[in-house]
């Protein structure tokens, strides 16, 4: 009898390690290609994001005839608890650009909320502070408000956490997702806590933050909603030269188009930034309600640090120019590299009124 065996094919170790070792080249190829294709996405949905906020910006001043301001610091704001705030004439209500632009960005149904939420707390303010009895619900948009910082003069009032007096509006915990840049983990844990203020003057960056580690001291204030961009504000004044690059969302400010001397296609009116660091742990974030107007002064760091425009884009940093237009800067070092022939581009693309051409050739375009 015949006998007749079929023979079991299968791999020889070699064979099966040449497999997997191509494989892997195969891997390392395809990884860097994915990851460049994925931050050109959050790139373009990043752009579209800044487009939508130049876009609102020119709404608001078709309504009104000016620019909302970069952060709204009245020197009249007084708190009920102000042992947890600046004193006046820095004390709120901190209100950014952001929540000014809330109607234009179709979230008209959240900035509702925040009037009625206002009317409520200036009728009720806690400890007989603030302004009992008043039906202004504009109170914490209006310039020279006597209205108190937005993150602690909201009823209820609450006293039993850690951070004293934390009561924001409950709108404020909204997730607006084209104030957030999709290349940044914006809600990642804080080491220190949200950013509720972010404005400049006198020469500094100021911010008022609500401390809060890792949201876990009571406050819940790791529930607001957060973003990556903010006003740009032009070079911090702190003396006679920095005049010059004075941007169009300052503190307390009400610019108009006329006012852009230098052409609004020439002028940086929104930006990117981190508000923290962009490596390691991070320190702070913007929420979308402070989120104000940050100077220049500090250039594109990289590694960011709060004071300074940053982003999770590779080798960039996007801006919305005052026409609505965007374009990416490219990143510096680590550090400033002050009145450098690239650090006097930056500053001019900031200023509205310095009377120079942007050397967007120093700005990496």
């Known amino acids: 009898m015949i006998r007749l065996r079929r023979k079991v094919m299968g791999f020889t170790l070699i064979e099966l390690l040449v497999v997997i070792a191509i494989i892997a080249i195969l891997v390392?190829?395809?990884?860097?290609?994915?990851?460049?294709?994925?931050?050109?996405?959050?790139?373009?949905?990043?752009q579209n994001n800044l487009h939508q906020l130049g876009l609102a910006a020119h709404d608001y001043h078709s309504a009104l005839q000016c620019f909302p301001p970069g952060s709204n610091v009245s020197?009249?704001?007084?708190?009920?608890?102000?042992?947890?705030?600046?004193?006046?004439?820095?004390?709120?209500?901190?209100?950014?650009?952001?929540?000014?632009?809330?109607?234009?960005?179709?979230?008209?149904?959240?900035?509702?909320?925040?009037?009625?939420?206002?009317?409520?707390?200036?009728?009720?303010?806690?400890?007989?502070?603030?302004?009992a009895g008043s039906?202004?619900?504009?109170?914490?948009?209006?310039?020279?408000?006597?209205?108190?910082?937005w993150a602690?003069?909201?009823?209820?009032?609450?006293?039993?956490?850690?951070?004293g007096m934390v009561a924001f509006p409950q709108a404020a915990t909204v997730r607006i997702k084209p104030y957030e840049c999709p290349a940044d983990n914006v809600y990642m844990p804080l080491s220190l806590g949200p950013i509720d203020g972010f404005w400049q003057t006198g020469g500094s960056q100021w911010i008022d933050y609500l401390y809060d580690p890792y949201g876990q001291s009571g406050g819940n204030t790791n529930l607001l909603g957060r973003a990556n961009y903010c006003g740009v504000s032009?070079?911090?004044?702190?003396?006679?030269?920095?005049?010059?690059?004075?941007?169009?969302?300052?503190?307390?400010?009400?610019?108009?188009?006329?006012?852009?001397?230098?052409?609004?296609?020439?002028?940086?009116l929104f930006g990117e930034t981190l508000g923290g660091a962009s490596l390691g742990q991070r320190d702070f974030a913007l929420t979308w309600f402070g989120s104000g107007s940050l100077a220049t002064n500090w250039e594109l760091?990289?590694?960011?640090?709060?004071?300074?425009?940053?982003?999770r884009h590779m080798a960039v940093v996007q801006f919305c120019f005052g026409d609505g237009s965007v374009r990416p800067i490219t990143k510096v070092g680590p550090n400033t590299?002050?009145?450098?022939?690239?650090?006097?581009?930056?500053?001019?693309?900031?200023?509205?009124a310095d009377g120079m051409t942007i050397e967007f050739t120093q700005l990496g375009q």
């Not at 602690?152 to 951070?163: G, K, M, R, V």
């Not at 004044?237 to 690059?245: D, E, S, V």
């Open 28 to 46: 390392g190829l395809l990884l860097p290609a994915v990851q460049k294709v994925r931050d050109a996405a959050a790139r373009a949905s990043c």
């Open 75 to 131: 020197p009249y704001s007084t708190n009920a608890n102000p042992q947890y705030n600046y004193s006046p004439p820095f004390a709120g209500p901190y209100t950014g650009a952001l929540a000014y632009l809330l109607p234009y960005m179709e979230q008209g149904n959240i900035y509702n909320i925040v009037l009625t939420n206002t009317l409520a707390a200036e009728q009720s303010p806690p400890g007989g502070g603030g302004a």
């Open 135 to 149: 039906t202004d619900q504009y109170a914490v948009f209006r310039i020279n408000t006597t209205f108190g910082a």
């Open 152 to 163: 602690y003069n909201f009823p209820p009032f609450n006293t039993s956490n850690a951070n």
């Open 234 to 268: 032009g070079a911090a004044l702190g003396n006679g030269c920095m005049a010059n690059y004075t941007g169009i969302l300052g503190m307390s400010t009400s610019t108009r188009v006329k006012e852009i001397v230098d052409g609004s296609s020439n002028t940086l």
């Open 301 to 311: 760091q990289d590694p960011a640090n709060w004071y300074n425009y940053s982003s």
């Open 337 to 352: 590299n002050w009145y450098s022939t690239r650090w006097y581009a930056f500053q001019n693309a900031a200023g509205m």
